[in-house]
């Protein structure tokens, strides 16, 4: 019998009024998702709240306590509304001040003292206790509380973040993915793709629509950690397909 699989848990927590009113279109949570899930993070919740602190704080306190690690997005930038710092440190109950190492990077990065102006002095400032995340892009670091990880929201930037700090995550066992498209409708496979799952009920069945050259397409989403068993799985559909006349073909993602 094999080892059951260890699961560990992330929420990724966009932060601004710009994703909200739609103005700003966010790629953080896709690119995060794939990245944690090579590392065997498996992200279980995704929210967006506006710069209001009590919604900041409260909802970073209820991820915190619920997941293995939280990854926030955006409001560590120079400007009035960028209130992400100051709602960590009060989520965690502690002060917040110019760290002497963020502020060195910075003071290094523009030269010209002038150019360090009192905005983005801002951007040195981190909760007591935090650890910097070091920005290749833009020097102004992100920080870690605890199991709280904090990026800018720009998403070079944040990527750059989360390549600089993701050796300091441990991650579980990996979720493989295997991917069926065929041509039939989500209607005809409905009822055979909900009897596989109850047959392997260990494994994550998806169905997703599309239309690729003008015609209509499914892509069947089987993810799991035990690839046996995903051999399996996708042999028995891709049968079943075909003896529905349909056409199956499998990628492996």
Excluded: W
Aim: neutral net charge; charged residues 20%; glycine residues 8%.
């Amino acid at each position: 019998m094999s080892d059951p699989a260890k699961i560990v848990t992330a929420c990724i927590l966009v932060i601004g009024n710009e994703i909200l009113s739609g103005r700003t279109r966010d790629s953080n949570i896709q690119y995060l998702a794939t990245e944690l899930g090579k590392l065997g993070v498996r992200v279980m919740e995704a929210r967006v709240v506006p710069d209001i602190e009590a919604t900041v704080v409260a909802t970073l306190n209820e991820v915190r306590a619920k997941f293995d690690y939280v990854f926030t997005t955006g409001g560590i930038g120079p400007t009035h509304d960028d209130i992400t710092a100051d709602c960590i440190a009060k989520a965690f109950g502690v002060g917040i001040s110019e760290h002497p190492e963020a502020v060195a990077r910075m003071t290094r990065h523009y030269g010209d003292p002038a150019l360090f102006t009192p905005a983005r002095r801002r951007m040195a400032r981190v909760p007591h206790g935090g650890v910097l995340v070091d920005n290749p892009v833009s020097v102004a670091p992100g920080f870690q509380m605890e199991n709280v990880f904090t990026f800018a929201g720009i998403p070079k930037v944040a990527e750059a973040m989360f390549q600089s700090m993701k050796h300091r995550l441990v991650g579980g066992t990996p979720v493989l993915s295997r991917t069926v498209r065929t041509n039939l409708a989500e209607g005809i496979i409905a009822e055979p793709l909900g009897a596989l799952q109850k047959r392997y009920e260990d494994l994550d069945i998806g169905s997703y629509p599309a239309f690729r050259n003008g015609k209509p397409s499914v892509s069947l989403v089987l993810r799991g950690t035990d690839d046996a068993r995903l051999v399996l799985a996708v042999a028995e559909l891709m049968a079943t397909i075909r003896a529905m006349n349909g056409e199956a073909e499998e990628f492996l993602t």
